[in-house]
Structures are given as C-alpha cells and as structure tokens.
C-alpha cells in the first residue's frame, strides 16, 4: 500500500506533494496532541525518515521504470531486478522498525500505535480524495 500511495503522489504535481506534507504533518499533529519538548523530539525523527523512506521508494522507482523500458528481459535480468527489490524492501524494513523504535522512545507505545494508525489512515484519506478527484 505504502508503494502505491507513493505512486499516485508522485504522479502529483510538485505543489501538490508540498501540500499533501503540510495536511500530514497538521493531521499527525492533531492526533497525537504533541507537547513542545516532544515536537522537539518526534519531528526531526519523523523528517528523517520520511526522507530515508522517499529515497527507497525513488530507488524502486528507477529500477521498475529501467525494467520496463529493457527489451528482450532475460530471466538472469528478471532474477536481479528481484533481489534488488527484495534488498530495498529489506533496507526499508529496517529502516522503519528502527524509527520505530526512536518514537516509542519519544512517544511511548500506545502514542507511537496512534501515530501509526495515524499515518495509514492519512493515506487513506488522501487516496480516496485522489479517487474522488479522477471522477
């Protein structure tokens, strides 16, 4: 799902992916009633790996987009192109679990499960208004 919401965004325009990072920030915001010193500490936490999480998508993103524009793939190039997917995800994976464990610190358990919740139900919202928008 995080792939396919990264997907539509970035079809996107640029101003509109600015936005779309202020209404998520404003949405985590209100959800999780963040007192200053825990802003202090939750959104550096948050940019990074929001920055780290973009990269790994923009790195799926040029491998598929080499893929499709290869003719006459050959299952050795078929074969790499998924280990490297699985490596990214992995990367990914790891990435996440890592933040994760920085914002319980920050947040504690149940605020980072709101957080969580937060952020899946945020990208419902925006593709529901992407779906909206194509009607």
Do not use: C
Not at 16 to 32: G, N, P, V, Y
Not at 47 to 53: K, P
Request: aromatic share 8%; hydrophobic share 40%; net charge positive.
């Amino acid at each position: 799902m995080m792939f396919v919401f990264a997907t539509l965004i970035s079809s996107a325009q640029p101003g509109d992916r600015e936005r779309i990072k202020q209404l998520k920030i404003a949405f985590i915001s209100e959800e999780l009633h963040l007192t200053v010193e825990e802003g202090q500490r939750f959104w550096p936490l948050f940019n990074a790996f929001e920055e780290e999480r973009q990269g790994h998508e923009k790195r799926m993103r040029k491998m598929f987009k080499a893929l499709e524009e290869k003719t006459n793939l050959t299952s050795q190039d078929i074969l790499q192109a998924n280990d490297r997917a699985t490596e990214e995800r992995i990367a990914m994976a790891k990435s996440e679990q890592k933040y994760i464990q920085e914002v319980t610190a920050v947040l504690g358990a149940e605020r980072t499960l709101t957080l969580l919740r937060s952020e899946d139900k945020f990208r419902k919202r925006v593709l529901e208004e992407l779906r909206d928008r194509r009607k």
